[in-house]
């Protein structure tokens, strides 16, 4: 018998995919119903996977191994596998969606298909650890206040990471895989939002706008890197969130966890260089001479009220005072602010905030083509356990879709 630990998005394509072989298969999960992280994906939507496959969009320490397994499960696999099940896409941008756009059609159709495989599924089993025994593994597990014990000839830990841990996810997988002998790496937060200095925040909080975003981190032994994305920000009471910042998020956590630094600097005026945002805010300058208009009013219109006010109180330049009496260094710094403004970040949200985790097992322990740990014959590891964590679009879905199925058809074939 093959066991797997959980019944979220890789613990259910391993169910099947070992079934469709002719495996006898039982998934322990601690909830009451399958797949309730999978709900939640895509804003209730389910990104499924992206027709963009480029390789920087799955970022982990083993770029080789990775790529392996995607090719061995591919993006086209995935999508005729949920055809098969009857779940069609919808494209936007290169990003998938179920055509019902509801994340509960992928979870009722995987569903019914360990349904119609017989797989049997524990609800409300509480896996606590697993032990190896000869050539099988014992699963301890409370059920019902109860405590049980199953023996199977391979364990496959579907358990995902603690991100999203308000959906109840826990490290448990993490902790068993140590007690086991593997090797996990360190882990933090990824695809999620930033905290950041910001004296003005409860000021700013809640303005969004488009901005360039630039990440720069400093290693402790003082290597520098920059990372830019673009897109939708927003402003919140303890920092930075918002689309690219949750995509820079990863690099900002693993600088700061490995003791180095990390600052964000953020372009309110993307589509313009510097020297022509100095040219207009002289121009308006220029213009509001003849009008008395404050500083404030001259400079309508750049960016959103709440963080024009900010920007000029962190440029030292008082909003109200009369737009004729600009300097040519206050012009510069209000020209710095609208392109450049900069702050430290200080961490990230903790990982109930986080859409996934960073880190974890290193590739280097398993066989990518089986997902099988090395000197551990019939021990699986998949999904968000594993050291990838991929971008927003799909990626983490289709590595978790890919290393289910890989796990899955390695262990029937055990
Ligand atoms: C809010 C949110 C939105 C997201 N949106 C997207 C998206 O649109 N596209 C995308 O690609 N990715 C998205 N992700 C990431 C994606 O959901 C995960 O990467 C993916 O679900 C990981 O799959 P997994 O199988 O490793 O773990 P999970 O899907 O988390 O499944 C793990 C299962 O194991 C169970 N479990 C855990 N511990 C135990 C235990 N001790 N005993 C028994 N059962 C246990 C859990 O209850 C769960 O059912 C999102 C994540 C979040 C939090």
């Known amino acids: 018998m093959i066991?797997?630990?959980?019944?979220g998005?890789?613990?259910?394509?391993?169910?099947?995919?070992?079934?469709?072989?002719?495996?006898?298969?039982?998934?322990?999960e601690h909830n009451e119903k399958p797949g309730r992280k999978l709900l939640a994906t895509g804003n209730g939507k389910c990104n499924l996977t992206n027709d963009n496959q480029s390789p920087e969009n799955f970022r982990g320490d083993d770029r080789e191994a990775i790529g392996r397994i995607l090719n061995i499960f591919t993006k086209d696999d995935e999508l005729a596998f949920f055809r098969e099940i009857g779940i069609i896409t919808r494209e936007k941008r290169g990003y998938r969606y179920p055509h019902s756009e509801q994340a509960a059609s992928v979870v009722n159709a995987l569903a019914a298909e360990m349904n119609r495989l017989r797989v049997r599924v524990i609800y409300g089993a509480d896996v606590t650890?697993?032990?190896?025994?000869?050539?099988?593994?014992?699963?301890?597990?409370?059920?019902?206040g109860a405590a049980n014990e199953a023996r199977v000839t391979s364990c496959i830990l579907a358990c995902g990471g603690p991100a999203g841990e308000r959906l109840g996810e826990s490290d448990t997988g993490f902790r068993i895989l140590r007690k086991l002998g593997v090797a996990v790496g360190r882990y933090v937060p990824a695809l999620v939002p930033l905290i950041a200095e910001n004296k003005?925040?409860?000021?700013?909080?809640?303005?969004?706008?488009?901005?360039?975003?630039?990440?720069?981190?400093?290693?402790?032994?003082g290597a520098k890197k920059e990372y830019k994305e673009r897109g939708e920000i927003v402003f919140t009471d303890y920092g930075v969130s918002g689309i690219p910042v949750m995509q820079l998020s990863r690099f900002a956590a693993v600088a700061l966890d490995r003791g180095g630094r990390a600052q964000i600097t953020l372009d309110f005026m993307p589509e313009y260089t510097t020297e022509e945002v100095s040219e207009?805010?002289?121009?308006?300058?220029?213009?509001?001479?003849?009008?008395?208009?404050?500083?404030?009013?001259?400079?309508?219109g750049f960016v959103p009220g709440k963080l024009r006010y900010v920007l000029l109180l962190r440029a030292g330049v008082d909003p109200v005072k009369a737009a004729a009496g600009m300097t040519d260094a206050e012009i510069a710094a209000v020209t710095t602010e609208l392109t450049a403004m900069t702050m430290t970040v200080t961490g990230t949200r903790p990982f109930a905030n986080a859409q996934v985790t960073c880190g974890g097992v290193p590739l280097s322990e398993i066989v990518p083509d089986h997902c099988e740990v090395k000197n551990m014959p019939g021990l699986f590891v998949t999904g968000e356990l594993l050291d990838m964590d991929g971008?927003?679009?799909?990626?983490?879905?289709?590595?978790?879709?890919?290393?289910?199925?890989?796990a899955g058809r390695a262990a029937a074939k055990r």
Do not use: P
């Not at 650890?129 to 019902?144: F, M, Q």
């Not at 003005?200 to 032994?221: F, I, K, M, N």
């Open 129 to 144: 650890g697993v032990a190896r025994d000869g050539d099988s593994y014992v699963i301890s597990y409370t059920c019902g």
């Open 280 to 300: 207009e805010v002289k121009r308006r300058i220029a213009d509001a001479h003849f009008s008395n208009r404050s500083v404030e009013e001259a400079l309508e």
């Open 391 to 406: 971008n927003c679009g799909g990626y983490n879905l289709q590595w978790a879709f890919a290393t289910g199925a890989i």
């Open 200 to 221: 003005h925040a409860r000021t700013v909080s809640g303005v969004r706008l488009e901005a360039g975003v630039t990440l720069s981190v400093t290693e402790r032994d």
């Open 3 to 7: 066991g797997i630990i959980g019944c």
């Open 9 to 28: 998005a890789s613990g259910m394509l391993a169910a099947i995919t070992a079934a469709r072989e002719g495996a006898s298969v039982t998934v322990f």
